[in-house]
Antibody, heavy 113, light 113 residues
């Protein structure tokens, strides 16, 4: 069945970096656009970034533009989010999503000194 | 960006009774292709959001028929005909006509009386 599994979250100091990964299985990964969406503790959902199926187009929320980079490797069925210059307000569960469904279980990123 | 609003923000329902959630968008979600890109998700406690309804009124695979969606343009409604205990969680509407970004409503928390 379709499955998305995120990894790479953890505790990082302000100003630090982290790289999230999302392993996809059960579908033809290269046929779909993918997104990262995050949810701060106790808060709602915020779209973070988008990448087209061939990586030709990417886009970012203003809150992460210039600090985060989305990428994908269709040969490895994997999606990535490189996060630099992390701030406390980036603390959230980060979900990868295939178009509108499904979403992975998420990986927690905590930015704290 | 398109702004999504939801009312009410919280709802306490007696099992077996109906429930209704409203979602409004700041712009029409009707695309030139004739589709309206409005979705409903349910996020159960400790889980990622799961798709309930796509393109206003289409139940996603496996979603019970007590869930229904309606509306057009900028005004949409999710109805649960008879609420069950397993329906507790936070309901989000989302638009994808303007992609990116996806934008989400603030969420409606549903609990059982």
């Amino acid at each position: 069945q379709v499955q998305l599994v995120e990894s790479g979250g953890g505790l990082v100091k302000p100003g630090g970096s982290l790289r999230l990964s999302c392993a996809a299985s059960g579908f033809t990964f290269s046929d779909y656009y993918m997104s990262w969406i995050r949810q701060a503790p106790g808060k709602g959902l915020e779209w973070v970034s988008y990448i087209s199926s061939s990586s030709s187009y990417t886009n970012y929320a203003d809150s992460v533009k210039g600090r985060f980079t989305i990428s994908r490797d269709n040969a490895k069925n994997s999606l990535y989010l490189q996060m630099n210059s992390l701030r406390a307000e980036d603390t959230a569960v980060y979900y990868c999503a295939r178009e509108v469904t499904p979403w992975g279980q998420g990986t927690l990123v905590t930015v704290s000194s | 960006d398109i702004v999504m609003t939801q009312t009410p923000l919280s709802l306490s329902v007696t099992p077996g009774q109906p429930a209704s959630i409203s979602c409004k968008s700041s712009q029409s979600l009707l695309h030139s292709d004739g589709k309206t890109y409005l979705y409903w998700y349910l996020q159960k406690p400790g889980q990622p959001p799961q798709l309930l309804i796509y393109e206003v009124s289409n139940r996603f695979s496996g979603v019970p028929d007590r869930f229904s969606g309606s509306g057009s343009g900028t005004d949409f409604t999710l109805k649960i005909s008879r609420v069950e205990a397993e329906d507790v969680g936070v309901y989000y509407c989302m638009q994808s006509i303007q992609l990116p970004p996806f934008t989400f409503g603030p969420g409606t928390k549903v609990d059982i009386k």
